[in-house]
């Protein structure tokens, strides 16, 4: 009888030199005289994957699991693939499949609170998150995403929180600088607010998103030439983007206004000396 054993360790080799089509061609011909073998099926997932082959992934890893339900990598590795098809639901099943198979598993529980994430279910999602952080704490993108988790349920007490706990791990995480100055003016802080962008501009100075926010919020502050400079430097960064030429114009209008102010206090001075000009 053929021998498939020698097939299955040349499609090994072949995914580890990341020749992944060769692999699958490989792993079929070892199919070929072994159909039964749940490791050939679930590597051939595997590799399918790495071709972004992500329906046929899927179904090599059920004919894996028709074989042997048990693999906790399977069920794992199918809700990925689930997951790269957005179909979202199904992922969550084949996570808690293999949560049921090793409970103990940091990443599937970090992975199911994304997709729950992009379900809208953030309760949940932050459960997750909360069961993956019990492992494994030290993931400075798992407290950002529960972060985030919390800032969709206005929850930015939480989520401001969560985010310095992804900062204290990694000081130079933009997107946790960022999110926390966002929680931080739901919260009505501008002047905390301000320092948080301040800290995500000097990670990425040519972010147009921290430089606007930057201006939106000095600008609440009526600190309007300190806007217009935040404003420009959006606008450098992102000339096409209309939002912050229509912010810039409002402050404008606003020093407009200011000087115009002053002017027509200077004028009544000089027409009545004895007037008192009181400024705003």
């Known amino acids: 009888p053929k021998n498939y054993a020698p097939w299955h360790n040349i499609a090994a080799l072949l995914g580890k030199l990341q020749h992944y089509e060769e692999a699958v061609a490989a792993y079929d011909r070892a ?32 004919r894996a699991i028709s074989l042997n339900p048990n693999k906790y990598e399977t069920w794992y590795n199918r809700g990925n693939m689930l997951w790269k098809l957005f179909r979202y639901a199904d992922a969550v099943v084949s996570y808690d499949r293999a949560i049921g198979i090793q409970a103990e598993k940091y990443e599937v529980w970090y992975n199911r609170g994304a997709v729950l994430g ?3 279910r953030y309760q949940e999602a932050i459960e997750s998150y909360d069961k993956a952080i019990a492992i494994k704490s030290n993931d400075f993108e798992l407290w950002h995403n529960r972060g985030v988790a919390f800032d969709k349920q206005s929850l930015h007490s939480s989520a401001i929180a969560s985010y310095e706990q992804a900062i204290m791990i990694k000081p130079d995480c933009y997107e946790s600088w960022f999110g926390k100055g966002e929680s931080l003016v739901k919260l009505q802080q501008k002047e905390a ?49 209309a939002e912050a030429w229509r912010d810039r114009g409002a402050v404008v209008s606003e020093l407009k206004q200011d000087t115009d102010k002053i002017e027509s206090g200077e004028k009544e001075t000089e027409v009545n000396p004895n007037s008192v000009v009181q400024n705003s």
């Open 118 to 120: 992009r379900m809208q």
């Open 31 to 62: 199919l070929a005289i072994k159909a039964t073998d749940s490791e050939i099926w679930h590597n051939r997932g595997a590799m399918l994957g790495k071709l972004q082959q992500y329906a046929q992934a899927v179904d090599s890893y059920d």
């Open 193 to 241: 607010a301000i320092a948080a962008y301040e800290k995500a501009i000097a990670i990425k100075p040519e972010s147009y998103d921290a430089w606007r926010h930057l201006g939106i919020v000095l600008s609440a502050l009526k600190r309007y030439e300190e806007a217009m400079v935040a404003y420009d430097r959006a606008i450098a960064i992102k000339p096409e983007n």
